[in-house]
C-alpha cells in the first residue's frame, strides 16, 4: 500500500514539511518516524503500511498523510533516523584507517540492529544523517591521498561491503531459516565430490564468526585502498 498522493524514493528529502490540518490532533514528524522504526524492527518492511502506522500511533490515516505523503516517505525518514547512532569519529589524531574502520563498524552495528535496513538501501539515501557520515568517509580518504578514480570506487567498494555483509548475516541467520541451512549443509556433505571446498569451507558448514570475518575482509579493502593512494598521504603504521 503505497499511500495517497503521487511521488517516489527520495522525495521527502525535495520538499518542506507539511504542516498539519488545523483540526489535526498535534503529531510530530518525529513521533512518526519513530514509530516508523519500531514497528519495521517488529514486523519488517513489507509488514508497513500507513494504515498500520496510523493505528499504532493512535490516529486516522488522513490524519496521518498530512505529515507524510507516501510509505516511501516513511522509509526514507525512517532508514535516515536509525544512521544517527552511527559515531562519527572524532578528529582526536587517530590515523585514516582507524576512522574509516570506526565508522564502517559503527555502520554494520547498526544495520545487524534492524534487520529490515539493508535489504532497503538501494532507495536515494539524501537525508541528513546518511550524508553527514558520507561526506565524512570521503573527506577522511581524500586526506589520505585517495584521488579519482579511485575514490569512488573505495568509497562504493567499502559501502557495498558493509551492505553485503550485513544482508548475508541477517538473512542467514534469521529466525525460521535453521531448516534452509541445513538443507544447503546436508547438500554440500552429499555432493562433496563436485563441491569440495564448499563442503569444507563454505560460509554454510558451521555458523562462522561473522565479526571477525568481517575484519578481515575490511582489512583487505582498506590495504588495497591504501595502496592506491598517493604517497604524500597519511600511511597506516
Request: hydrophobic share 45%; no cysteine; glycine share 8%.
Amino acid at each position: 500500500m503505497a499511500g495517497k498522493g503521487s511521488g517516489s524514493a527520495g522525495d521527502v528529502w525535495l520538499r518542506p514539511p507539511a504542516r498539519a490540518a488545523r483540526e489535526a490532533p498535534p503529531l510530530s514528524r518525529d513521533r512518526i518516524v519513530e514509530e516508523a522504526v519500531a514497528l519495521l524492527d517488529e514486523e519488517g518492511a513489507d509488514r508497513l503500511t500507513m494504515r498500520r502506522l496510523a493505528e499504532r500511533l493512535g490516529t486516522g490515516s488522513t490524519t496521518l498523510y498530512w505529515h507524510l505523503k507516501t510509505k516511501d516517505d516513511v522509509l526514507d525518514l525512517a532508514l535516515d533516523a536509525i544512521f544517527a547512532a552511527v559515531e562519527i569519529p572524532g578528529e582526536a589524531g587517530r590515523d585514516w584507517r582507524a576512522d574509516v574502520t570506526a565508522l564502517v563498524t559503527g555502520w554494520r552495528a547498526v544495520l545487524l540492529d534492524h534487520p529490515w535496513s539493508a535489504a532497503l538501501l538501494g532507495r536515494p539515501m539524501l537525508g541528513p544523517n546518511v550524508l553527514a557520515r558520507s561526506e565524512f568517509l570521503y573527506a577522511t580518504l581524500v586526506k589520505a591521498g585517495v584521488a579519482e578514480p579511485h575514490l569512488t570506487a573505495a568509497a562504493y567498494g567499502l559501502s557495498n561491503y558493509v551492505i553485503g555483509s550485513a544482508l548475508m548475516q541477517t538473512t542467514w541467520t534469521a529466525r525460521g531459516k535453521h531448516a534452509a541451512r541445513q538443507a544447503a549443509r546436508d547438500l554440500f556433505r552429499a555432493r562433496s565430490d563436485d563441491y569440495p571446498v564448499l563442503a569444507a569451507h563454505g560460509p554454510l558448514v558451521a555458523d562462522g564468526d561473522w565479526d571477525t570475518s568481517f575484519t578481515l575482509g575490511l582489512d583487505w579493502l582498506l590495504d588495497g585502498i591504501q595502496a592506491a593512494a598517493a604517497p604524500t598521504g597519511p600511511r597506516h603504521e
